[in-house]
């Protein structure tokens, strides 16, 4: 017989995504290990091939260059310190704008963009990036040798020569770094898209532990479930992802953006409100 006792885990997210991310996990799902570590790097969840640039501080003063994890995605919408370094695949004449059209574009990729780089081969000069409805001007940065230099300061980076932009990841990215799929945070903006999102647990985390205390259920067995501060419904999104399909799944949550993410990809999830009015004498849940 299983031993089903409280048990904790210390799980990095690492292991499953792209993304650095320790936490413990307080479970009663018996022996749970840890997921074995599926190699996957930065570089594997980003839209286009970009270079990945890690905790460069505010302004870009200097850099601490990595290519292999992303740093926690943060709920801070001052905190964007997932950066990644986007080439900008394109000459440096007027005439060359066609060819740039989605080479540089916005955090959130959504936008056009079109740009003229105008650095007459200074490294670290300013390039103009032309979108469709104004003017955005952002430093450029140039790759030679495996070298670039940021600030005056060079630093060795194994990169493709050319130019590149700084930019943070999208919301799209930053899905994938919490292994959920791209567009489930398509119902809010993006500033509360990050925000659930760094709320949130990583997914694959998740399934791998529930998965060792449910694979011996039927996937049409009832399942009643309990989610307190539910968050943008992590915890449903993975028994859909492990096959289940007779979930009563009900949530709390006072973030209505949260819950505006979480029913948008799962109108079945039963929302109650306020997680501590559990306190009350009258409390229950409604059938």
Not at 2 to 7: E, L, N, V, W
Not at 61 to 80: L, M, Q
Request: net charge positive.
């Amino acid at each position: 017989m299983q031993d089903t006792g409280a048990r904790y885990i210390e799980i990095d997210s690492a292991l499953v995504s792209a993304q650095h991310r320790e936490r413990f996990y307080v479970h009663n799902c018996g022996d749970v290990p840890l997921p074995s570590d599926r190699g996957i790097i930065l570089r594997d969840i980003l839209d286009y091939n970009a270079a990945a640039i890690h905790q460069l501080p505010h302004g870009y003063n200097s850099g601490r260059i990595k290519t292999d994890k992303a740093p926690t995605v943060t709920a801070s919408k001052y905190e964007h310190n997932n950066l990644v370094l986007q080439p900008i695949p394109c000459g440096t004449r007027q005439t060359d704008k066609a060819r740039c059209l989605r080479a540089a574009y916005s955090h959130s990729g959504q936008r056009d963009f079109l740009c003229d780089i105008t650095t007459n081969g200074q490294l670290g000069a300013t390039g103009i990036v032309e979108r469709a409805d104004k003017n955005e001007t952002r430093p450029t940065y140039q790759v030679k040798n495996q070298q670039i230099i940021i600030n005056g300061k060079s630093y060795p980076f194994k990169a493709p020569d050319g130019l590149y932009i700084i930019r943070k990841l999208s919301v799209n990215e930053c899905c994938r770094l919490q292994t959920m799929p791209d567009n489930y945070c398509r119902a809010v903006s993006n500033a509360q898209a990050y925000k659930g999102l760094g709320n949130g647990w990583t997914a694959e985390v998740i399934i791998h532990i529930l998965q060792k205390r449910l694979n011996s259920f039927s996937k049409d067995t009832p399942l009643l479930v309990l989610s307190m501060y539910d968050g943008i419904g992590t915890g449903r999104y993975c028994l859909d992802k492990l096959g289940f399909r007779n979930v009563q799944y009900h949530a709390y949550e006072i973030d209505k953006y949260a819950m505006t993410i979480a029913n948008s990809n799962y109108p079945d999830i039963i929302q109650h409100g306020d997680a501590f009015a559990l306190r009350a004498d009258d409390w229950r849940i409604e059938s």
